[in-house]
């Protein structure tokens, strides 16, 4: 049975194949029903967007092919209608896959849910032959590029200057040979920037580098920021819905510090009387310290679910709550701008923010950063749920000061500001662990050790 992970279906392309994808759109498509489609670089995404527009056709959908787009233009695109992005995003080249966007907003469980059943029960409905969907080509990059010029100004410009917000601010960007080239600089210079594109010829082989940004991938780019004299430095995965800074030294910037300046502006630039930031559970206390200090409150959801959260907090709030902003390490929602995760929104966003602080120092320095580590512990997979449910109470009773948090796994919280999450991945035998404290060594090797315990104590 296929099975749709925390972004759609991913995988090799031994299984992710144009006979998937042809399933996947005769299951999602309907009479009536009017698509986008698009794909990112990958060599095999020509076919697999030909097969998936043939599947939604059938079954009586029209379709307007896209072409080559970021993943954050084709949700764009799907506003008012239904989307398919073909892209395996940050994987490497022989992967691709499939994501599914309503109105804008990916697919919720209840929707993938739905698509895997009538995958299971081979019940895709096929259209009378009269029935057919239509295709037709659509343009949507300048739009997209203009749209997301215009939120910067509106969002973070200066209303009694008339110059561009990132005026004087000089961006290099690494597209990583992905289709992050095709706005990213573009729309960084339409509000004023000097920017050096590198890695900036789509290539869906990623020669340059990995398709996912790292320290260590970014290292070329990092020397590169080193030896010139940037004021920003800003790189994409393969798709260009995530996005990572560096400092003009070359520095990568922690995610969740990023992360903690960005919510702490629209929180603080709201209006509303209960702005709310919407979070996973892996995401720093840096955060919620800078969106409190900003007059906002920050609420948690599972990883690859901040669409459901931004609903859930929407559909709990009364008339004074605002979800400001949506953000998970390396991946943000602009909510004002849209309801998909958009890394040129945010790439555009910091420069603007970086723009106003005048330095990248100056922007990071109000947010506490305390050591952070992460580490994987081998479990099973069907051991999971119930070394998860011993560490329900283990780990409570190993730190009784903590405060206790179980919705996502088990996340601690100490007074201090420091915490630690542990949880089952998703997609490998491992249990996670994260950690931020100015004792992180300590913390995680104590939490490594109950979770070993469990662990063992599940495999007699």
Known sequence: MTSFGTAGIRGPVEEVTPSLALSVGQAAGEPGATFVVGRDGRETGPALAAAMEAGLESAGADVYRLGQVPTPALAFASRGRQGVMITASHNPPEDNGIKLFTDGVEYDRDAERAIEDRLASDASDRARWDEWGRSDRLRILDRYRDAVAAYVRREFGDSEDDRD?????????????????????????????????????????????????????????????????????????????????????????????????????????????????????????????????????????????????IA????????????????????????????????????????????????????????????????????????????????????????????????????????????????????????????????VDDLVEHTRSLVERAVDRSNP
């Open 165 to 309: 917000p990132l005026a004087g601010l000089s961006v290099a960007v690494d597209c990583g040979t992905g289709v992050g080239a095709l706005a990213t600089p573009q729309v960084l210079e339409a509000l004023g920037a000097e920017v050096v594109a590198v890695n900036a010829t789509v290539d869906g082989h990623f020669p340059a580098r990995e398709s996912k940004p790292t320290p260590e991938t970014l290292s070329e780019f990092a020397a590169f920021l080193a030896d010139a004299s940037f004021d920003l430095g800003l790189a994409h995965d393969g798709d260009a819905d995530r996005l990572v800074v560096l400092g003009p030294d070359g520095e990568v910037i922690h995610e969740d510090t990023v992360l903690a300046v960005v919510a702490a502006h629209y929180a603080a630039a709201s209006d509303a009387g209960d702005p709310v930031v919407v979070t996973t559970p892996n995401a720093s206390a840096r955060i919620d310290e800078r969106v409190r200090a900003a007059g906002g409150r920050v609420e948690r959801v599972r990883l690859g679910s901040l669409h459901e959260g």
């Open 312 to 439: 859930r907090e929407r559909r709990e709030g009364d008339d004074s709550t605002e979800v400001v902003f949506a953000a998970e390490p390396w991946k943000h929602i602009h909510t004002a701008f849209g309801g998909w995760i958009d890394g040129i929104a945010s790439a555009a966003a910091v420069a603007a923010l970086v723009a106003d602080a005048g330095s990248t120092d100056a922007l990071r320095a109000p947010v506490t950063e305390r050591p952070y580590r992460k580490l994987s512990v081998d479990c099973p997979d069907p051991a999971k749920d119930e070394v998860m449910t011993a560490l329900e109470t283990d780990l409570p009773d190993a730190f009784p000061d903590a405060t206790v948090d179980t919705d996502y796994g088990v996340r601690l919280e100490f007074n201090d500001a420091s915490w630690v999450l542990v949880r089952p991945s998703g997609t490998e035998p491992y249990v996670r662990i994260y950690a931020e404290s100015d004792d």
